[in-house]
């Protein structure tokens, strides 16, 4: 399962909270995401699966263009929705909701957002939509184009990571990352790679 995280997104998100916000790539990330599609154009890819996400789908039919195969979506790889911090700076979450904020700052896997999602319902949907395509592709190779929230679930799982501390997991964007599963046993071989590492 090559797990890959979104190319850098359009500049007009960045410094801003967004999760559910449905934006597209950056000219660099459509440049990340062509140099990681060459590097895995030698690769096997039965299937290309990817979040509903502007970015993530921009990210993924660049992928599919190198390996000649559709790209299929899955609801539930989407990030997480922030809610009402959808949108905003951090300096102006902080002035609105100075309490949540220092907690979302100290525990992040413990925030429940103002009408929107949290991370322990976040990872009960991540792990489904993983386990069945898992079982779907058994013996096949899957490349699955989403978020960093996304690849850092699967990635925790994998290594017995307890999600508190999840975030100890890098993710830079267009982040190329795979799990080689014997049975049922995962076996993480790359983690947090780029196009020129692999």
């Known amino acids: 399962m090559w797990l890959i995280r979104h190319g850098t997104p359009d500049l007009a998100v960045r410094g801003v909270c967004y999760g559910r916000l449905d934006v597209g ?3 660099e990330g ?3 995401l062509t140099l990681l599609s060459k590097r ?3 690769q096997p890819l039965a299937a290309i699966y990817s979040s509903p996400r502007k970015r993530a789908v921009e990210s993924a039919a660049i992928l599919a263009a190198h390996h000649r195969c ?4 899955v609801e539930d790889l989407r ?3 922030f809610g ?3 949108g905003l700076s951090y300096a102006e979450i902080e002035q609105r ?3 949540l904020y220092r907690q979302w700052m100290d525990r992040p ?3 429940e957002f103002p009408n929107g999602g949290s991370f322990s319902r976040m990872c009960v949907r991540v792990m489904q939509a993983l386990n069945v395509l898992r079982n779907r592709h058994a013996g096949q190779s899957v490349a699955i184009v989403t978020h960093g929230g996304v690849t850092r679930i699967a990635l925790a799982e994998a290594l017995g990571v307890p999600a508190a501390n999840v975030f100890r997991i890098a993710q830079r964007y267009a982040a190329l990352n795979l799990i080689h599963y014997v049975g049922a046993y995962p076996v993480v071989e790359l983690l947090n790679g780029s196009a020129g590492f692999y």
């Open 25 to 27: 790539l950056a000219a």
């Open 30 to 32: 459509r440049r990340q």
């Open 40 to 42: 895995l154009k030698s």
């Open 70 to 73: 559709g790209v299929r979506t």
């Open 79 to 81: 990030e997480i929705d």
């Open 84 to 86: 009402d911090f959808e």
């Open 97 to 99: 909701y100075p309490e």
């Open 109 to 111: 896997t413990d925030v």
